[in-house]
């Protein structure tokens, strides 16, 4: 017994001067050792000579983080549950360096509400933060893990409209001059009346010209990162034509501003005569671009095609693919990503951790896409481009990938997890957070940096080269065939609102409600025949009778489109998950019309 008590003893001292050594080394600005990491790279697969830590494993829905000079960690989420709104910072602490969590504190008496807030920065001694609304700064204090409690509101946004608009997002950058941008993303996604429309727009519409989105969004503005109480009137249009910036970051090797910029959407569902499916899925571009003053982009008047390598015009403003027009005025990008890839985040690598091949190179975060149906949805990767004198010096490499948890994936709700933020820890470590569970993995290096080659990338670019949520779609193996719901939101919108409503539930007169009806829940067959053929006379819907006419949709909608649009139902208001697929729809419409 004693020899154990003596043992105990023994390994409390060693723990004790363990934990007396890390505090040190934390107080001195020594580098500390770098923690083992998790069995497996707790999921991840990297290059060569890397390793992943699972820092903690589910905060809550993680936006963007950073990371202080002492190691602790400060994560904004979408919304705190717990407390309806409140507590949406997460202040995290490793005291032991064992590279797990030991102190989560959720803090913050400002309500998120609306969209989906993203800024999370340390400048100048201050915890910045962004909801939709508003930007606050909170003073850190040496020694202390959660910020003084005492609130600077640095901006309000005033918009009338800012819950009703798209992308209302706001990241945060900061250069060296004492200056804060910020983005305000374009309040719908290609440039026509949002008032009439919506801000999905409808098929075949045409874009306002001139867009009036660009005076107060579509851009990045400059204001005082220490003046409190400003507002949009206060700041400096810095630069325009950027539908939806949430990767904002100030590169300290040239001084200058980048962005990677979110591409529009759904180009087959608004133009299916000029755009194929597959087209639709892997265009327009995501971008990253260098922000400079009076950068001019070009949303919504043109967009950005990797694949040819150039500004082209936007088809609501008379463009078909190939007609470059007015677009050729507008700044080009340094670098085009597949359509819908969405990058969340930015980070330019300033450590010395990592091999020299990451120096001064940028990281992003790819959060994955929602709208590449029928086929398979893809990004959900960190990836890497290396970068020198302000441009890149060659392709993007994938960096972090497995976060999936799948080889397809169909839905977007397949993703087990999905990469939002990226900071860089005062030793160079990478932390990675993603938006499901809000997991947060810190990456290290533990191989010999000066053999790291292209030995240690091969992994990864076969993986790139095979992976169907990044290599480019074939046009027909890849084809699921199955509708796609956003697709179905904006053709619902479009075609089917008026007489059944924004919620299913019809007028209560001539218009039978969706929600609850056999007709939605019933087979497939039928439902799709009444979409194709349309319908007259009585029929009774959860117990009501009506008589009136639904139109034959069939003549002038797609089998893909008749498909996204009963995928949408289905989903949006009976909760059925399954999908109609196109060939159902085409196996309907051949068997049926000479009948119809």
Not at 53 to 69: E, F, K, M, Y
Not at 252 to 272: A, C, E, I, K, Q
Not at 477 to 506: F, P, W
Request: hydrophobic letters at 35%; charged letters at 20%; one cysteine or more.
């Amino acid at each position: 017994m004693k020899r154990t008590i003596n043992l105990s003893r023994l390994l409390a001292l060693v723990f004790a001067a363990f934990l007396t050594q890390c505090n040190s080394a934390k107080e001195s600005g020594q580098p500390l050792p770098l923690p083992p990491g998790d069995k497996g790279n707790a999921g991840l697969i990297l290059p060569g000579g890397f390793e992943a830590v699972t820092v903690v494993d589910s905060i809550g829905r993680a936006r963007h983080l950073a990371v202080n000079h002492n190691g602790d960690i400060y994560v904004k989420l979408t919304y705190n549950e717990a407390m309806h709104g409140k507590g949406g910072t997460v202040a995290i602490r490793d005291e032991n360096n064992d590279g797990k969590a030991d102190i989560i504190s959720y803090f913050g008496a400002n309500k998120d509400e609306g969209g989906l807030p993203a800024g999370m920065s340390i400048y100048d001694g201050y915890l910045y933060t962004s909801t939709v609304k508003y930007v606050i700064r909170n003073k850190l204090v040496d020694g202390q893990l959660l910020p003084d409690p005492r609130t600077d509101t640095i901006f309000i946004d005033e918009d009338s409209g800012l819950f009703r608009h798209w992308h209302s997002q706001k990241p945060l950058a900061f250069d060296n001059a004492g200056h804060l941008y910020i983005p305000f993303g374009a309040p719908d996604d290609g440039g026509q009346d949002l008032r009439t429309v919506g801000p999905a727009g409808m098929p075949g519409g045409k874009g306002l010209d001139p867009s009036p989105d660009l005076e107060w969004h579509a851009g990045i503005w400059q204001f005082d990162a220490a003046k409190s109480g400003q507002t949009q009137k206060d700041g400096i249009k810095y630069a325009t034509g950027l539908r939806s910036v949430l990767g904002l970051s100030w590169n300290p090797d040239d001084n200058t501003l980048y962005s990677v910029v979110n591409g529009m959407d759904n180009f087959h569902t608004r133009y299916p005569n000029l755009f194929t499916d597959w087209q639709a899925a892997v265009l327009p571009g995501e971008t990253f671009v260098k922000v400079t003053k009076g950068s001019d982009y070009g949303w919504p008047y043109a967009y950005y095609d990797p694949m040819q390598g150039k500004n082209l015009l936007q088809p609501a403003y008379g463009g078909d693919g190939k007609i470059v027009g007015r677009a050729e005025k507008f700044d080009k990008p340094l670098m085009g990503f597949p359509g819908h890839w969405a990058p969340m985040d930015l980070l330019f690598y300033q450590g010395d951790q990592f091999p020299a091949h990451y120096k001064k190179g940028a990281f992003i975060a790819f959060h994955g896409s929602t709208d590449r149906s029928p086929f398979p949805q893809a990004g959900y990767i960190v990836c890497f481009v290396p970068f020198e004198k302000g441009k890149p010096t060659s392709k993007w490499e994938l960096f972090a990938d497995g976060f999936t948890g799948v080889d397809t994936v169909v839905n977007t709700s397949d993703a087990v997890f999905r990469p939002m933020g990226l900071a860089e820890g005062p030793d160079g470590s990478l932390y990675i957070c993603e938006s499901n569970k809000g997991r947060i993995w810190r990456v290290m290096y533990k191989g010999d940096r000066s053999k790291f080659g292209d030995a240690d990338l091969a992994t990864m670019e076969t993986r790139a080269a095979t992976r169907t949520y990044i290599r480019t779609p074939d046009e027909k193996t890849d084809n699921l065939g199955k509708g796609g719901e956003m697709a179905g939101h904006i053709l619902y919108g479009s075609y089917c609102v008026s007489c059944h409503q924004r919620n299913g539930k019809g007028d209560n007169s001539r218009y039978p409600p969706l929600v609850g009806s056999d007709w939605v829940t019933g087979p497939h067959d039928r439902l799709i025949k009444v979409l194709l053929h349309g319908l007259q006379g009585e029929i009774k819907v959860n117990g009501k009778t009506f008589n009136g006419v639904m139109p034959a949709h069939g003549p002038f909608l797609d089998d893909h489109a008749i498909a996204s649009i009963l995928t949408y139902v289905k989903r949006s208001f009976n909760k059925d998950s399954t999908p109609i697929l196109s060939e159902e729809v085409t196996k309907v419409r051949n068997t049926t019309s000479h009948n119809k």
